[in-house]
């Protein structure tokens, strides 16, 4: 009895001691893209994370997170509140869920929207990979034309 119960004792030490050892952990945090820039032509520049299982995948999401965030969400100013970039020109969400066979096919992958994104930026660190086990998660900024795509959104009939 005494050499079962030493036995027991040794093991939930052991379990003890491996569980409270120092495990390297990253946590990441789904960044809500920022508005960095407003220009004249009626373009956003924006600081986007997007996320997939490799690197190209995550590319590609950052720049269909940039139009969705401009489009269907209140996107910050860099210390500042968030807020609507353009009031007008915000869709409400029930929009995309009463369009949602147009916005899937504008969004899927190679889709209409990278018409109206530009992620040409070439300056150091512009664009940040960073491997979790799991996917691949991509920080760059994208260039977003507001106003091509709000003349295809009312050409389209999304937009009145």
Known sequence: MKKLFYQLSVLLVGVLFVSCGTHKTIAYSKSEP??????????????????????????????????????????????????????VFLLKQRAYEQNKAYFDNFFRDGGDYTQYISMKEKRDLSSIYTRTNAQTVCTTTVCVFKSQLEQRLISDGILK
């Open 34 to 87: 920022v508005c960095i820039a407003s220009e004249l032509d009626g373009s956003y520049t924006l600081r986007v994370e997007g996320r997939g299982r490799n690197a190209a995948d995550a590319y590609e999401e950052t720049g269909k997170q940039a139009l969705y965030a401009v489009l269907f969400t209140d996107v910050s100013w860099p210390n500042g509140p968030r807020k609507k970039i353009d009031s």
